[in-house]
């Protein structure tokens, strides 16, 4: 008696379909949010990097001196290029090379929210990391960082066992271009006329 109504028991299907579909529902939706947070990922990363390149080329198209209303103002153009609602951080550093001295010198840093302004002994670390392209003799570089930060629309991480999850993904570019006027100069009170400017030699 007990082995048929075991047997019958296990026989029985009634009901299965409900109970997977309770199942797999979850499964199912975290996999489509899975997807649409991934491909949000890399479009934000996309426009990050794009966004990077076309603002490293603006201020090496610079003839006139950068000030601080022109910093102020790339960064809202930042923003708008990387379709961000948070204003995305940026750092634009001026160097030289020494050939004597076969070193990396600042002629000026400049940052809009990303860590502190680049000194020489960052340019040495970099230069020892092989970061930066070789130059002549007292040539400049412009050096153009940025920093965005990835606010996913849900977020998919699985705890303690996920490692990372995608809701605190940072994304930082680095790029360095020659000016095209041969150097680019820094005024911070462009109404004093020529005090303030820093070029370089």
């Known amino acids: 008696m007990l082995t ?15 109970i997977e579909l309770l199942l797999v529902t979850p499964i199912l939706v975290w996999a489509l949010l899975s997807t649409f947070v991934y491909f949000d990922l890399f479009r934000v990363e996309s426009n990050s990097n794009r966004a990077a390149l076309t603002m490293a080329d603006m201020f090496s198209r610079e003839a006139a001196p950068i000030t601080p209303a022109y910093l102020n103002g790339a ?21 030289r090379y020494r050939e004597t001295q076969d070193d990396y010198r600042r002629v000026w840093s400049k940052r809009r929210g990303l860590g502190a302004a680049l000194s020489n002994s960052d340019l040495a670390d970099l230069k020892a990391a092989d970061r930066l392209p070789l130059m002549a003799n007292n040539d400049q570089a412009i050096l153009f960082e940025t920093r965005t930060e990835y606010d996913a629309p849900f977020s998919i991480g699985l705890g ?35 005090a303030n400017q820093v070029c370089g030699p």
Not at 75 to 95: G, I, M, Q, S
Request: with cysteine; charged share 35%.
């Open 160 to 194: 303690p066992f996920s490692g990372t999850d995608l809701d605190d993904v940072t994304f930082q570019t680095f790029i360095v271009i020659r000016p095209r006027e041969g150097r680019l100069c820094w005024d911070q009170d462009p109404d004093d006329g020529l």
């Open 4 to 18: 048929e109504f075991l047997q019958e028991f296990r026989d029985d299907e009634d009901g299965s379909m409900a």
């Open 75 to 95: 960064r809202e153009v930042l923003r708008a290029l990387t379709f961000e609602e948070a204003n995305p951080d940026y750092r634009v550093t001026v160097y």
